[in-house]
């Protein structure tokens, strides 16, 4: 018996930053992901996005039953000057992040 061959995809996510004197704006790139399958934590100098997906597909026919199960994972980090982290706002459309961090 020959054992299947397991092959681990890597997808680079982009991440682009500005900064000015008022705040720090990121956007991250992660079309793969929903809304629900993101988390965050924001302190004062740092921000942290964390996302996982899990999927369970399967198929039962006549002679026939396939199980596939996958997980996505995606984990960002950065430190930054002292923002605060209770007026941090955050929007995802379209597979993008968008994070406003104000400075203090």
Known sequence: MQG???KMKTKENS???QKSLKDIELELDLPEFSKKD???EFTRNSIVVKANKESDQKINKKNFFKEEKSSKSFFYSVKVP???PLKVKTDFQDGVLKI???RI
Request: glycine share 6%.
């Open 38 to 40: 993101l988390d965050f």
């Open 15 to 17: 991440v682009n930053t």
């Open 82 to 84: 002292t923002i605060n």
């Open 100 to 102: 406003v961090a104000p």
């Open 4 to 6: 299947g061959k397991n």
